[in-house]
C-alpha cells in the first residue's frame, strides 16, 4: 500500500516538473521547437512582445546588479590592497624596535670609562644603534615624544601613575617603554608613568 501511495506521488511530481518546464519554455518563447508546446506561433503578438520585453527587463536589471557588484568588489579589493603595501613591513618593523630596544638598555650602562672592555662594547653598541636608527627613520618610523607632555591615550598607555606635586596632573613623567608610529599609524604605544 505505501509503495504504491509513494508511485503515485513520484507521478504526480515528474507531471508537474512538465507543466513547470513547458510553462517556463512559452514564457521564454522557444520558436516552436519543442514538442510539448506547439510553438509560440499561438501566442498573440502582443503578448509576446510583453514576455520578451519583461524577460530583456530582467536580464537589464540583472546586468546592472551584476556590473554594480563588480565595481564595488573593484573598489574594495583595490583599497584593500593599497593598505597592505602602505603598511606592508610593519610586521618586520615591529621586530626590529625590540632588537633597538636592548640595544639602548645595554648603552644605558655606559659609565664614560673608555679604558674598560665593557664601555668599547657599548661604543660599538652606539654605532648600531645610530645605524638602525637611521634605516628606521629612512622607512617613516618615528619615535613617540610624550615625556613632559599631557597623556594621549592614542599614542600612550599608562602602566603607572605617580602624585608629585611640583608638575601638572594628567603629564607624562616618565617613558618605560618608547612608542613608534610607522607612517601614520601607531604600531607600538609609549608605555609611560603618568603623573596624577
Sequence with gaps: MKKHDEKKHNEQKVKEEKVEQTT????????????????CGGIDPETLIQILGSRN???EDKYMRLQAEYLNFKTRTQGEVSRMLQYEGEGFIKEILGIKDNFERAILMDDNDLS?????????????????????????????????????????????????????ANVV???????????????????VKVNK
Design 116 to 168: 674598560d672592555e665593557v664601555s668599547k662594547f657599548l661604543s660599538g653598541f652606539k654605532m648600531i644603534l645610530g645605524s638602525l636608527t637611521t634605516l628606521l627613520d629612512k622607512y617613516e618610523v618615528k619615535e613617540i615624544d610624550c615625556l613632559g607632555k599631557e597623556f594621549d591615550p592614542n599614542f600612550e598607555e599608562a602602566v603607572l601613575t605617580e602624585h608629585d606635586e611640583t608638575k601638572p
Design 57 to 59: 527587463q530582467e536580464l
Design 173 to 191: 613623567i616618565e617613558v618605560l617603554t618608547k612608542g613608534y608610529t610607522y607612517k601614520d599609524k601607531v604600531i607600538r604605544h609609549a608605555m
Design 24 to 39: 517556463e519554455v512559452k514564457e521564454e518563447g522557444c520558436g516552436g521547437s519543442c514538442e510539448s508546446c506547439g510553438g
